[in-house]
T-cell receptor
């Protein structure tokens, strides 16, 4: 199956700093990637849809200035948590479809963010 | 918005037994998918069933879909300790941008 690589897997940072998470499609081109947030023992909440070459589409309630998404190439999308605070601590996961008409998602391995 | 609700929230069984998880949803769907997540990891796609299908098999997995009741079930037969994970249903709504909405998940523990 297709491989989506996500880095880092774990990051600990101080409050007020910014953290960048990378999501790469290794063996396919992903025009669209999705970013999710997951709290312990809960489901995935879609944060935004990242579109290559254009602005991301954010879900209601997600601050676009707080969670900056850049999808500059067909194989890389980044999520930057700006001025992180302890309440931003969470598990962040990216995913992508292989083709525009493909219906299943391939997921990265996730990033556990802990803000002190 | 969260659409899928799964039950049970947690299920603990002995190795070799069958595990059944249920998912209910609210809106019309194009397809329903099941994913598995090991602790602290990303999700892995297991199986997809379309809205015009009623049952689908893949190895030890059997999925049913009842669109009149807006519900689906995932059956894992002859469970193994390695099946221990969280299982999520996800729905793709009709006419949407094919975004998936995930259910609340079932934590399955298979005891050796």
């Amino acid at each position: 199956g297709a491989v989506v690589s996500q880095h880092p897997s774990r990051v600990i940072c101080k409050s007020g700093t910014s953290v960048k998470i990378e999501c790469r499609s290794l063996d396919f081109q992903a025009t669209t990637m999705f970013w999710y947030r997951q709290f312990p023992k809960q489901s995935l909440m879609l944060m935004a849809t990242s579109n290559e070459g254009s602005k991301a589409t954010y879900e209601q309630g997600v601050e676009k200035d707080k969670f900056l998404i850049n999808h500059a190439s067909l194989t890389l999308s980044t999520l930057t948590v700006t001025s992180a605070h302890p309440e931003d601590s969470s598990f962040y996961i990216c995913s992508a479809r292989v083709g525009r008409m493909d219906e299943k998602l391939f997921f990265g391995s996730g990033t556990q963010l802990s803000v002190l | 918005s969260q659409q899928g609700e799964e039950d049970p929230q947690a299920l603990s069984i002995q190795e070799g037994e069958n595990a059944t998880m249920n998912c209910s949803y609210k809106t019309s769907i194009n397809n329903l998918q099941w994913y598995r997540q090991n602790s602290g990891r990303g999700l892995v796609h297991l199986i997809l069933i379309r809205s015009n299908e009623r049952e689908k098999h893949s190895g030890r997995l059997r999925v049913t879909l009842d669109t009149s009741k807006k519900s689906s079930s995932l059956l894992i037969t002859a469970s193994r300790a390695a099946d221990t994970a969280s299982y999520f249903c996800a729905t793709a709504r009709s006419g949407s941008a094919r975004q998936l909405t995930f259910g609340s998940g079932t934590q399955l523990t298979v005891l050796p």
